[in-house]
C-alpha cells in the first residue's frame, strides 16, 4: 500500500520559472509533510515540513501548500535555479512517532 | 542536526556474499533507521536499529537477511546477506533527533549485485 504518492517522475523548468511538485497521500491521521531534496551520490536532506493543521508553509524561494480535504500537497519554487536540480521526496509521518512515509520522488531540472 | 558518516558510499559484489554498511553518527542518538531506495521507487524503512536490544524490522525484513548491530548510540551496522542482484540498491542510514520532525540522512551506500 502506497501512503504517499508522487505521480511524476521528473519535471523540466526554465530557470527564473515557477517550479511546482505534486505529491498525494491515503492516511489522514499522517500529521506532518515534508518535503527532501536528494543530490546525486548525497542522502536526503530536509528542506521544508508543515503541519496538518496549516495549508501553507513558506521558507525563502520555497512553499508547500497543504490540502486536506483532497489529501494533497505542493511544494512551489520560486524563481527556479539551476542549482535546484535535485531529487525531490514528498514524505508525511505521524505526531509522537519516528516513522517517515516516503514517495518515489520526483527528479527536478532546472535549465539555464 | 546531526552528521552522519556512512560507508562503504559505494560497492559491487558477487551474488551470495555478503555486504556490511557502517553508520556513525556525531552525537548520541537513542533513534536510528535503515532505508533501502530501489531503482525508481521510494525510500523504504528496512528497520529501527535499537540500542542494547534486537532491532525492530519492518513488514517484509526479517533479520536473516539484514543482520543489525546497534553496539552504542552513535553506531549500527547493516549486513546485507546472502545477496542476489534483486538487493541491488540505495541502503541509507537515517537519525531522528527528539523535537525535531525531520530526519537526517548519511550519504547512503548504492550496492551493485552481479
Known amino acids: 500500500d502506497q501512503q504517499v504518492k508522487q505521480n511524476s517522475p521528473s519535471l523540466s523548468v526554465q530557470e527564473g520559472r515557477i517550479s511546482i511538485l505534486n505529491c498525494d497521500y491515503t492516511n489522514s491521521m499522517f500529521d506532518y509533510f515534508l518535503w527532501y531534496k536528494k543530490y546525486p551520490a548525497e542522502g536526503p536532506t530536509f528542506l521544508i515540513s508543515?503541519?496538518?493543521?496549516?495549508d501553507k508553509n513558506e521558507d525563502g524561494r520555497f512553499t508547500v501548500f497543504l490540502n486536506k480535504s483532497a489529501k494533497h500537497l505542493s511544494l512551489h519554487i520560486v524563481p527556479s535555479q539551476p542549482g535546484d536540480s535535485a531529487v525531490y521526496f514528498c514524505?508525511?509521518?505521524?505526531?509522537?512517532?519516528?516513522?517517515?512515509?516516503f514517495g518515489a520522488g520526483t527528479r527536478l531540472f532546472v535549465k539555464a | 542536526s546531526a552528521v552522519i558518516s556512512q560507508k562503504p558510499s559505494r560497492d559491487i559484489c558477487q551474488r551470495g556474499t555478503s555486504l556490511t554498511i557502517q553508520c556513525q553518527v556525531d552525537?548520541?542518538?537513542?533513534?536510528m533507521f535503515w532505508y533501502r531506495q530501489q531503482p525508481g521507487q521510494s525510500l523504504t524503512l528496512i528497520a529501527t536499529a535499537n540500542q542494547g536490544s534486537e532491532a525492530t524490522y519492518e513488514s517484509g525484513f526479517v533479520i536473516d537477511k539484514f543482520p543489525i548491530s546497534r553496539p552504542n548510540l552513535t553506531f549500527s551496522t547493516l549486513t546485507v546477506s546472502n545477496m542476489s542482484p534483486e538487493d541491488s540498491s540505495i541502503y541509507l542510514c537515517?537519525?531522528?533527533?527528539?523535537?525535531?520532525?525531520?530526519?537526517?540522512f548519511g550519504q547512503g551506500t548504492r550496492l551493485t549485485v552481479v
Open positions: 514524505a508525511a509521518k505521524k505526531a509522537g512517532g519516528f516513522k517517515t512515509i
Open positions: 537515517s537519525v531522528a533527533l527528539q523535537g525535531l520532525t525531520e530526519a537526517f
Open positions: 552525537s548520541q542518538v537513542t533513534m
Open positions: 508543515i503541519s496538518s493543521i496549516k
